[in-house]
C-alpha cells in the first residue's frame, strides 16, 4: 500500500540472464516546504495566464486598430468589444475615444499592456512573499 506524500518509481531492469525484475524505488515523503512552494507556483502560474490572455487581447485591438480593422466584421467586433473593459480605463489619458474602422496609433492599449504586466509581475511576487515557506537558505525558491 502506498502512502500519501510518498513517491514511488517502478522500473524494469534488464539482469545480464536476460530476464527483466520490477523494482519499486522509494523516495523520502515531500516536505511541507515543497508542498507550499508547488501550491505558489500554482498561483503564479494562474496568474501568468490571467495576464497573457489580457496581453494578446489588447495587442490584438492595437494591432487591428492600428490597420483599421472593420468593426462591422465579426472578429473585429469580438476583440473590439472583449478587449473594451480592458483598456477603457486607459483612453482617456489622452482625450480620445476610439475611433473604429480608422487606422489609429491607441497609445492607450500600450500603456495598458504595461500596465497590466507590471501588476501582474508585482502580484506573483506577493504571491511568493506571503504563501512560500520560510527558507533561511533559499533552497526552497529554487
Same mark, same amino acid.
Given at each position: 500500500?502506498? +502512502?500519501?506524500?510518498?513517491?514511488?518509481? #517502478? /522500473?524494469?531492469?534488464?539482469?545480464?540472464?536476460?530476464?527483466?525484475?520490477?523494482?519499486?524505488?522509494?523516495?523520502?515523503?515531500?516536505?511541507?516546504?515543497? +508542498?507550499?512552494?508547488? #501550491?505558489?507556483?500554482?498561483?503564479?502560474?494562474?496568474?501568468?495566464?490571467?495576464?497573457?490572455?489580457? /496581453? @494578446?487581447?489588447?495587442?490584438?485591438?492595437?494591432?487591428?486598430?492600428?490597420?483599421?480593422?472593420?468593426?462591422?466584421?465579426?472578429?473585429? +467586433?469580438?476583440?473590439?468589444?472583449?478587449?473594451?473593459?480592458?483598456?477603457?480605463?486607459?483612453?482617456?489619458?489622452?482625450?480620445?475615444?476610439?475611433?473604429?474602422?480608422?487606422?489609429?496609433? /491607441?497609445?492607450?492599449?500600450?500603456?495598458?499592456?504595461?500596465?497590466?504586466?507590471? @501588476?501582474?509581475?508585482?502580484?506573483?511576487?506577493?504571491?511568493?512573499?506571503?504563501?512560500?515557506? +520560510?527558507?533561511?537558505?533559499? /533552497?526552497?525558491? #529554487?
Amino acid at each position: 500500500m502506498e +502512502n500519501p506524500g510518498h513517491v514511488v518509481e #517502478k /522500473e524494469v531492469v534488464q539482469t545480464p540472464g536476460g530476464t527483466s525484475e520490477r523494482v519499486e524505488v522509494s523516495s523520502s515523503p515531500a516536505t511541507s516546504g515543497q +508542498n507550499r512552494m508547488g #501550491k505558489v507556483r500554482r498561483v503564479q502560474s494562474i496568474i501568468w495566464f490571467v495576464c497573457g490572455l489580457a /496581453e @494578446v487581447a489588447i495587442l490584438f485591438r492595437f494591432t487591428l486598430m492600428l490597420l483599421g480593422a472593420n468593426p462591422q466584421s465579426g472578429f473585429a +467586433n469580438f476583440v473590439y468589444s472583449a478587449s473594451y473593459p480592458l483598456v477603457a480605463p486607459f483612453l482617456a489619458l489622452f482625450g480620445r475615444e476610439p475611433t473604429y474602422g480608422n487606422s489609429i496609433f /491607441e497609445f492607450s492599449d500600450l500603456i495598458a499592456a504595461v500596465t497590466y504586466l507590471l @501588476v501582474a509581475t508585482g502580484l506573483a511576487r506577493l504571491t511568493t512573499l506571503v504563501m512560500a515557506p +520560510n527558507d533561511p537558505s533559499g /533552497e526552497a525558491y #529554487k
